[in-house]
């Protein structure tokens, strides 16, 4: 008796990466089969879940924003519909300024055409009594919420039961037979393996060569009674509901544990940033797969061409991921080509098979 179960794709991982491209491929109705085994310290379990189209120290327009974020919204809207659940929470995010310079110069780029889409609002005067220190204003972002992504990979796992396989267990790539045109694993048969694992890639064999670079980050949460309704963000970010506070950046340390020196880091920040009082509840730590130009990974493995990976999700994985997710699965079905800036081909030549920078 045969009891192989055929599949189009199997997908090893179930983070955000492999929760979107699963989604996409169900979509189009392939038959999938993920195997994942839950960490509550993946980074999509540990992530705030902030997606913010002006990020970093001088606030620029983040990377590809004008077509990321008009596509997660659509992403996730219609995840919500098509699961019946709720996971995604657009809402503003208010930076107080620090200065009467920096006012100015927001008042100046929010007539940019550049920032226009973005931006809601420029206050001059001191906005949200009683809960941000504001002296200055600050700006106002639109477009930008939080993603409750323990909800989200939590629905997509039950929408993975209900119309695909789902295995809750470790991949092991000894198992794992890739031939020309078909892929083995254990009794299920595929045409492509794709590998989703976040840093987990690295104690793998096949991909291991990439040059993901592991980032650890703790959060806080906080309890409070004060009433919010937008994002603050200023040194440190606070979400309303969850209350989480975050993030540290500690790429010299890969304890697999919480620190004192972020705990203090994030509660010293948190009390320049608002008024109300709180009370910390836990606190949490994960591991972010950053790459070296900070974009993702995509495409074949150099010598097993239905082996495949999407990593690299860097710091930005809610407003990456569904984006990038679509690409890949238009390519795996042959409609449409990966962009140069994502391809896995730029670190083949460097990486595969040679000395690794890491
Ligand atoms: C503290 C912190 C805060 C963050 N905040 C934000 C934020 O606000 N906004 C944002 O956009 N991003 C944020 N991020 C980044 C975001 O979490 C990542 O970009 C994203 O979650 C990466 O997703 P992934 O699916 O690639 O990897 P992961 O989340 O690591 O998922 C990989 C999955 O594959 C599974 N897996 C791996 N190998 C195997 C195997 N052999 N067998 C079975 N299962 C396997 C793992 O267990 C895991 O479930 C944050 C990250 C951290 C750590």
């Given amino acids: 008796m045969n009891s192989e179960t055929s599949v189009d794709h199997i997908i090893v991982g179930q983070g955000l990466a492999g929760s979107c491209l699963a989604l996409q491929l169900i979509k189009e109705k392939k038959r999938v089969l993920v195997v994942d085994q ?32 008009p596509y997660l919204h659509d992403f996730y809207r219609e995840a919500e519909v098509l699961t019946g659940s709720k996971f995604f929470h657009p809402m503003p995010l208010y930076r107080p300024f620090l200065s009467i310079e920096e006012q100015n110069e927001w008042m100046g780029k929010s007539a940019q055409q550049d920032f226009k889409d973005y931006i809601a609002s420029v206050d001059t005067h001191e906005a949200h009594a009683g809960l941000v220190k504001n002296p200055f204003g600050g700006l106002t972002l639109r477009q ?12 997509v796992r039950h929408y993975i039961l209900n119309h695909g396989f789902f295995l809750n267990d470790a991949f092991h790539e000894d198992s794992l037979i890739l031939k020309d045109d078909v892929v083995n694993y254990l009794n299920y048969s595929a045409r492509k393996i794709i590998f989703c694992q976040g840093v987990k ?14 980032l650890k980050g703790e959060t806080l949460t906080i309890q409070t009674d ?57 606190q949490s730590w994960g591991i972010r797969p950053t790459t070296p130009d900070r974009r993702p990974i995509l495409g074949p493995h150099p010598e097993h061409p239905n082996a495949i990976i999407f990593n690299g999700l860097g710091t930005k994985g809610v407003s990456l991921a569904p984006y990038f997710s679509k690409v890949l699965a238009t390519w795996i079905e042959n409609r449409g080509a990966i962009n140069k800036e994502v391809d896995i081909e730029r670190y083949k030549h460097y990486n595969y098979g040679g000395n690794i920078p890491r």
């Fill in 226 to 282: 004060a009433k919010i309704d937008t994002l603050y963000n200023r040194g440190v970010f606070v979400v309303p509901d969850t209350g989480k506070v975050g993030a540290t950046y500690q790429p010299n340390d890969q304890q697999p544990t919480v620190t004192e020196a972020a705990r203090n880091e994030l509660q010293s920040k948190l009390d320049e940033l608002v008024c109300f009082p709180y009370r910390i509840i836990t």
């Fill in 144 to 155: 930008a919420g939080w993603l409750d992504t323990v909800t989200f990979t939590e629905t």
């Fill in 38 to 69: 839950f960490d509550k310290h993946s980074a999509t379990q540990v992530a705030a879940g902030l997606f913010n189209p002006i990020t970093g120290r001088v606030m620029s327009k983040t990377w590809k924003a004008d077509i990321l974020f």
């Fill in 201 to 214: 890639t690295l104690s793998g064999k096949l991909f291991s060569w990439i040059p993901i670079r592991p």
